[in-house]
């Protein structure tokens, strides 16, 4: 998906849960043909997925394009991330244990202000935000630095993680 290479935070949301959406279909599909639901998760952890720089074009990934590629960027990783753990731990509105969970690097700065892509109820003190719903995790886009926007993912019981340092990206 091309997406204009200048975006808000605001102009990012709804991008990034059109982009869950269809990467969680892909993992419901990966789960009825009997392949491995945490591809993304699992490739970044062993390193066989990278994060790659963003590209100037600001092509958003689906988790397909990301595991055919060998990785992608910060809304690329996060979103895969994302589907794949909702699918595999959050399906059904069940919560999972936080020790089931994959452990990811955290995010290099503190996610403060942020720009979550759905169920996310503000609170006066970040980060410790409150979900409306069934717990899932959800792809955060915050101000890393001026000018400059991440993105990264809430897990219930975990916290922020993020994709993109586990991919190999340097801190910003």
């Known amino acids: 998906m091309l997406v204009r ?3 808000t935070a605001q102009e990012a949301v709804p991008y990034l849960r059109g982009l ?4 969680e ?4 599909r990966d789960i009825a043909a009997g392949q ?3 591809a993304v998760t699992r490739g970044l952890l062993d390193g066989s997925l990278r994060y790659i720089r963003r590209d100037p074009r600001e092509e958003w990934k689906t988790r397909n394009q990301v595991l055919a590629e060998g990785g992608g960027d910060c809304e690329d ?4 991330v994302a589907a794949e ?3 595999v731990f959050f399906a059904g509105g069940y919560g999972a244990e936080a020790n089931q969970i994959p452990d990811f690097p955290r995010p290099p700065r503190p996610v403060r202000n942020a720009m979550p892509s759905e169920g996310w109820v ?6 410790r935000p409150r979900f409306e719903g069934a717990p899932k995790a959800v792809p955060v886009v915050y101000k890393a630095k001026p000018h400059l926007y991440h993105v990264v993912v809430h897990v219930p019981g975990k916290g922020f993680i993020d994709p993109s340092m ?3 990206m340097r801190k910003i």
């Open 5 to 7: 290479s200048r975006l």
């Open 166 to 168: 586990a991919g190999g």
């Open 85 to 87: 753990l909702n699918e």
């Open 20 to 23: 869950v959406g269809s990467d």
């Open 36 to 38: 491995e639901p945490l």
């Open 122 to 127: 503000p609170t006066s003190i970040l980060p």
């Open 25 to 28: 279909h892909q993992v419901r």
């Open 77 to 80: 990783l996060s979103a895969a």
